[in-house]
């Protein structure tokens, strides 16, 4: 019996970004991204299918290029980041372009898929092997307790329930 060697990855946050997009009154779209987190790979294959996934951001770290949005943000109306402060994903199954796994916001864990494009992997300049990828999906933000809503004066929803979500990850290989 062989022992099957896993390698492990870490994100190299300085060319990785998570992000998401949301209907502000259903005519625009507000972006927003989040400054603080981790994530890291686990696998045993070069295709990196079946491999293990865990990321993990700081709720208060949620960036929208608006301080009072930002700190709604961050208030028990969404993240309730005092109370919450991490949001986790855990992969269960990744098959080369779906990603399933297992989402926590706030109080609430819920199965979500993913769209995954793996880019390839790369050594860079300083011999550090890379692997990218690009993630994309959506959820519903009611399914996790980001229930604050409002109507305008005419009948326009401030705040869409689908959430798109995307990350552009770029992991490290453990020497």
Known sequence: MSIVQKTKWNIDTAHSEISFKVKHMMISTVSGHFEDFTATAETDREDFIG????????????NTNNRDRDKH????DFFSAALFPEILFT????DG???????TIRDVTREIRLNVDFNGIAVDLYGQ??????????????????????????GSIVVSDTVKLTAFLQFIKEK
């Open 73 to 76: 943000l961050r208030s028990d």
């Open 91 to 94: 992969s269960g199954s990744f």
């Open 129 to 154: 092997t890379k692997a990218g990828f690009e993630i994309s999906g959506s959820i519903n933000r009611k399914d996790f307790n980001l229930a604050w809503s409002a109507i305008t004066e005419a």
């Open 51 to 62: 491999a293990a996934f865990q990321f993990t951001a700081k709720a208060a770290s949620v």
């Open 97 to 103: 372009n779906t990603m399933a796994g297992k989402l």
